[in-house]
């Protein structure tokens, strides 16, 4: 596996496993971590979208 995909790999599981009821609930009582794990969370899913339409757009112009 090349290594941006396995990057992109590791960036998604890791957004889903944040965004699981753990996460959700931590979100809601406020707590530091839970904000933190939330904000990184969001962060890697936008940084995750913008390399995949990147890409595409990369493929689209050869």
Known sequence: M???RMLAYLLLVGAAVAL???GI???VVADYLGWTIEI???VALGV???RVRRGRDDR???
């Open 25 to 27: 609930r931590r979100l």
């Open 20 to 22: 699981t009821a753990d």
């Open 48 to 50: 995750l979208a913008y």
């Open 60 to 62: 689209s112009e050869a």
């Open 40 to 42: 990184v969370a969001a």
């Open 2 to 4: 090349r290594p941006r």
